[in-house]
């Protein structure tokens, strides 16, 4: 199983800035508020979207393009099935 990057260059920057500004806000409240797991939930959501920034790699993005091309293929199998009568 091989990763190719799914998204582009503007939308890589775009998640890693997004993810940098989430990770230090929520670490910045759970340094005052340890005990909320809230701030662990967004630290690790703000990780993540760095990571896949930095790798160019979004797992919804395939997992959506996969699904689109499954549905692309059942509607050509469903169009080739059913009999065209030219009138």
Do not use: M
């Given at each position: 199983m091989s990763f190719k990057p799914n998204i582009g260059i503007l939308n890589a920057l775009i998640r890693i800035t997004i993810g940098l500004t989430v990770l230090s806000c929520a670490s910045?409240?759970?340094?005052?508020?340890?005990?909320?797991?809230?701030?662990?939930?967004?630290?690790i959501m703000g990780a993540m979207k760095v990571a896949e920034g930095i790798v160019k790699y979004c797992p919804l993005t395939d997992l959506y393009q996969c699904g689109q091309e499954r549905i692309n293929g059942q509607n050509e199998e469903n169009s080739e099935m059913v009999p065209h009568n030219p009138t």
């Open positions: 910045a409240k759970l340094v005052k508020r340890p005990w909320r797991e809230s701030y662990l939930l967004l630290v």
